[in-house]
């Protein structure tokens, strides 16, 4: 029996690369939630995780991380949300193209999204953005 759908959450970049670098947090985090089923991370986090990798070695540990995970693609839909919320935040607002991708992708799949920093997605409506450490 997986988790159900309302219980999943997207995984910001920042807690995947606490993770990579072995930070005890993310890894008790990641662990928990693989308990529970397959997780959820964007396609652009996916990238750079690969983009942040220093060997090969590695490369091949982050492929098999992501078989366990639903990649969500960025899809033109996505991309679109994106762009509409960054053209309805304030210029203050610190919310990056990259921030953008990562909310529409969890808006456009009904998560939440679990982030080291939810202040920065405030302003962003339709969003439940929660510091899950």
């Known amino acids: 029996m997986g988790k159900e759908r309302s219980q999943r ?17 993310a890894l008790s985090l990641l662990s928990k939630l693989a308990s529970l089923g397959r ?16 060997d090969t070695r590695e490369r091949t540990c982050l492929s098999m991380f992501f078989s366990w995970c639903d990649i969500h693609a960025v899809t033109a839909r996505i991309s679109g949300r994106a762009l509409r919320i960054l053209e309805v935040l304030p210029p ?8 953008a991708i990562i909310a529409a992708t969890a808006i456009e799949h009904k998560l939440s ?6 202040a920065r997605f405030v302003g962003v409506s339709g969003l439940a ?5």
Not at 9 to 22: E, N, Q, S, W
Not at 113 to 118: K, Q, V
């Open 9 to 25: 959450v997207l995984i910001d970049t920042d807690i995947l690369r606490a993770f990579r670098l072995g930070d005890p947090d």
């Open 92 to 99: 203050q607002v610190p919310v990056t193209a990259d921030d």
């Open 39 to 54: 997780q959820d991370i964007s396609q652009l986090s996916a990238m750079v995780l690969i983009a942040d990798a220093p």
């Open 113 to 118: 999204l679990y982030t080291l920093n939810p």
């Open 129 to 133: 953005a929660l510091r899950p450490y």
